[in-house]
C-alpha cells in the first residue's frame, strides 16, 4: 500500500482524466467522486475505477467535453440529461435545482438519463441529506447477477442508497448492492487472490463457488438473501431505467461496445421534505432517538459509521500498489 493525501489523490485522477480528453468540468467532477471514496475508506470506488474512466474516454464512447441539463418536465419531476458524459458532473448539475424543487413541494424526484455511471450512490444521497433532506437513490448496471432460481445473468449489481439528515451530525448514508457482493469487491479479491464467501456467485456451470475469477470470467453473481434480493433487483432495473425512460441492465450491454468503461444508463433520485412530510419539526429528534439506541448497543453500529470515521480521521488515505501500477500503466 501506498500513502497519499487527498489533495495527491484528486491531483492524479483530475490529471489522467484530462490527458485523455476530459475537460476541466468532467475531470473535476470525476476526480472529486474518486477523491471522496478514497477519503472515506470505500476503495473499490477510488482510484481503482479511474482506468475504466479512461477507457470509455479513449474508446470515443464517454464525452469527455459532456455538458448536462437539468429540465423540470413536470411540478415534482426534473431530468438531468447527461449529455453521454460521466455521471458525477450529471449529478452535480442535478444538486441545485432538486433541492429547490423539493423544497419548494415537499417532494421531487429526478431521472439522470444518458449518463455512464461507475460510482458509489452514497455521496449523492448525502448531499441531499446535508440540505436537510431525506433522499434515496438506485441505479442499474450491466447484466452480472441472475434472478432467483435463474443461471443467466440478467439484473445488475443494482444498488439502492438512502440518506437520513441529522441536524448537527453527519447524516445516516448507506449503499448497498442488490447483489451479496458488490463488482468491484469481487474484482478485488481476484486481484488480491483472495476467495470469496459461498453465495457471491455460481461458475460458469452454475456450481457454487468461492473463486472470484470464476465467478467474473464466465459465471454469474447472484442476489443477496435469494428470492429477496432478487425481488430488490428487479425492482431497481424498473425505477431506474423503464420509469425515467433508460436502458435496462442487459440492454445497456447491447449498447456497450466492450471497452472495459462504465455502462451508459440512468439513475433514479427521490428527495424528500421531512419538514413538510412530518409537518413539523419534531422528525428530527424523533428520528434522532431510534438512531441513537443503535449507537448505543454494545457491537451494534449505525450504517455508514465507518466511512464517517475514516473521514474524521482526515489524514493521508492507503492506496493499493497494484491500482497505482496500472494508473501508471495508462
Known amino acids: 500500500m501506498a500513502t497519499m493525501t487527498t489533495d495527491e489523490i484528486f491531483a492524479l485522477a483530475d490529471s ?3 490527458r485523455f480528453g476530459a475537460d476541466d468540468a468532467n475531470a473535476g467532477a470525476v476526480a472529486r467522486t474518486i477523491t471522496t471514496a478514497e477519503r ?3 476503495h473499490s470506488h477510488g482510484l481503482f475505477r479511474l482506468p475504466g474512466y479512461v477507457k ?3 474508446s470515443g464512447r464517454i464525452k469527455g467535453d459532456a455538458q448536462p441539463t437539468a429540465t423540470p418536465i413536470a411540478p415534482g419531476i426534473l431530468r438531468v440529461d447527461g449529455d453521454e458524459g460521466f455521471a458525477p458532473l450529471a449529478l452535480e448539475v442535478m444538486r441545485d435545482p432538486l433541492i429547490e424543487m423539493t423544497r419548494a413541494q415537499g417532494i421531487a424526484m429526478c431521472g439522470v438519463i444518458r449518463t455512464h455511471h461507475f460510482a458509489a450512490l452514497w455521496p449523492e444521497v448525502e448531499m441531499m441529506a446535508e440540505a436537510g433532506l431525506v433522499a434515496m437513490a438506485m441505479t442499474q448496471a450491466m447484466p452480472y ?3 432467483a432460481g435463474g ?3 440478467l439484473f445488475g449489481t443494482n444498488p439502492q442508497a438512502f440518506a437520513w439528515p441529522r441536524p448537527g451530525k453527519p447524516p445516516l448514508a448507506f449503499d448497498q448492492a442488490a447483489s451479496t457482493m458488490a463488482r468491484g469487491d469481487v474484482m478485488i479479491h481476484r486481484r488480491e487472490g483472495q476467495p470469496v464467501p459461498i453465495g457471491v456467485g455460481i461458475d460458469k456451470d452454475g ?5 472470484p475469477a470464476e465467478i467474473l470470467d464466465g459465471g454469474v453473481q447472484l442476489a443477496f438473501g435469494g428470492y429477496k434480493g432478487s425481488a430488490i433487483a428487479l425492482m431497481v432495473e424498473l425505477m431506474a431505467s423503464s420509469l425515467i425512460g433508460e436502458r435496462f441492465s442487459h440492454e445497456a450491454k447491447a449498447a456497450h461496445n466492450g471497452d472495459g468503461g462504465p455502462p451508459v444508463g440512468g439513475e433514479f433520485v427521490l428527495a424528500i421534505d421531512p419538514t413538510a412530510a412530518s409537518g413539523g419539526e419534531g422528525w428530527a ?3 434522532d432517538s431510534i438512531l441513537t439506541r443503535i449507537e448505543q448497543m454494545d457491537n451494534a453500529r449505525l450504517p455508514g459509521a465507518r466511512r464517517h470515521a475514516n473521514r474524521a480521521k ?11 501500477a496500472e494508473i501508471a500503466a495508462l
Not at 207 to 211: A, E, G, S, V
Not at 314 to 324: K, M
Open 16 to 18: 489522467t482524466l484530462r
Open 40 to 42: 472515506d475508506g470505500s
Open 56 to 58: 470509455g474516454l479513449k
Open 145 to 147: 447477477v441472475a434472478p
Open 151 to 153: 443461471r443467466e445473468a
Open 207 to 211: 456450481n457454487d463457488t468461492t473463486d
Open 285 to 287: 429528534a424523533h428520528g
Open 314 to 324: 482526515g489524514g493521508p488515505a492507503e492506496v493499493s500498489d497494484a491500482v497505482l
